[in-house]
């Protein structure tokens, strides 16, 4: 066989191989664009937020699926803790909702203290449902680095506010190392949303009667 036809006989397999990273290459590019509940969720809520660090979007994943075990080490801590925030919290900020989802299901939530207190809510109540949910939840590091790395595989082909994939490898690169622990906000997200709040599993908190 010539060698011109031997490249007409390779023309077919060469055609395939092209058809086949084509399709690989379509289900990376899929696969970016999708996320987790999860992920999708904590994507959307964040629009609320657009003073929203990396560190911000850490902690949300953090609470997400660790819940706030981090933070109990005995009743004692978290009393004298949220007596503290009571006495100063203020008002109810503008559009500060009282319960905030941090997953798809409910299963956790944030309790804004503010909006929680403005319409007399039971401080020793929240405290035990706290206390008790720290105690209850099933917390995995294990959910949460799949988490924090599916936002890092996200952020590989777009930006989300200040989220990027500078500033999260940025930030991966410093908490890694120290075996992914709890952190503060960022002081942009502190200045403009004075957090103050608790994390409680969704299945003990009663929506209040209006």
């Given amino acids: 066989m010539t060698s011109e036809g031997r490249n007409l006989a390779n023309r077919p397999n060469e055609k395939y191989r092209i058809k086949y990273i ?5 289900l990376v590019i899929v696969g970016l664009s999708m996320s987790s509940p999860l992920l999708g969720h904590a994507l959307e809520q964040w629009k609320s937020t ?17 819940g706030g075990e ?4 005995d009743e004692s801590g978290p009393r004298r803790w949220l007596e503290r925030e009571w006495s100063q919290i203020g008002s109810a900020l503008p559009n500060e909702p009282e319960v905030v989802h941090l997953t798809p ?3 956790l939530l944030r309790v804004n203290l503010r909006p929680y207190k403005s319409r007399n809510g039971d401080k ?10 720290a105690e209850r939840f099933s ?3 294990h959910r ?6 599916e936002l890092g595989e996200w952020l590989l082909s777009r930006r989300v506010g200040h989220l990027t994939i500078e500033t ?13 622990p709890a952190v503060h906000h960022s002081k942009e997200y502190e200045a403009a949303y004075r957090p103050a709040y608790r994390v409680v599993l969704g299945e003990f908190w009663l929506a209040p009667d209006r």
């Fill in 22 to 26: 084509a399709e690989v290459l379509s």
């Fill in 50 to 66: 657009p003073e929203m660090r990396i560190q911000d979007a850490y902690k949300w994943l953090y609470h997400a699926t660790l």
């Fill in 70 to 73: 981090h933070a109990i080490r």
């Fill in 105 to 107: 299901d409910g299963s």
């Fill in 124 to 133: 020793e109540m929240l405290l035990a449902i706290f206390i008790l949910s």
């Fill in 139 to 141: 917390a995995s590091k």
């Fill in 144 to 149: 949460f680095q799949a988490a924090w790395n």
């Fill in 168 to 180: 999260w490898t940025a930030f991966d690169r410093l908490q890694k190392p120290l075996g992914y």
